[in-house]
Nanobody, 123 residues
């Protein structure tokens, strides 16, 4: 069982930055694929970014490429999402996800999910 706790959300003006963190329990964090998803009001949850445990390969939603960066610190059991040049359309609840298996990038086939952290970008 893996527990995920997100932090770092908040209110920011357009053009600003936030860094989300996701702390994971467990001793095999380094062997988990990790992902970030978001859900805006009235919309379905969508993939934002992922980082694999093999080679730390990353994938991104097209609309966040060049603005968001996912990274991981296996020594701290933590995955990060650095978000720069934020736009009002980035407003959503952001969720961290984890899976021991190899998750196809862009899919939501993760076994474990956090409770989410709210990100609000004002115009």
């Amino acid at each position: 069982q893996v527990q995920l706790v997100e932090s770092g959300g908040g209110l920011v003006q357009a053009g600003g930055s936030l860094r989300l963190s996701c702390a994971a329990s467990g001793r095999t964090f380094s062997r988990y694929d990790m992902g970030w998803f978001r859900q805006a009001p009235g919309k379905e949850r969508e993939f934002v970014a992922s980082i694999g445990w093999i080679g730390s390969t990353t994938h991104y939603l097209d609309s966040v490429k060049g603005r968001f960066t996912i990274s991981r610190d296996n020594g701290k059991n933590t995955v990060y999402l650095q978000m720069n040049s934020l736009k009002p359309e980035d407003t959503a609840v952001y969720y961290c996800s984890a899976d021991r298996g190899a998750v196809v990038p862009g899919t939501a086939n993760y076994a474990y999910w956090g409770q989410g952290t709210q990100v609000t970008v004002s115009s």
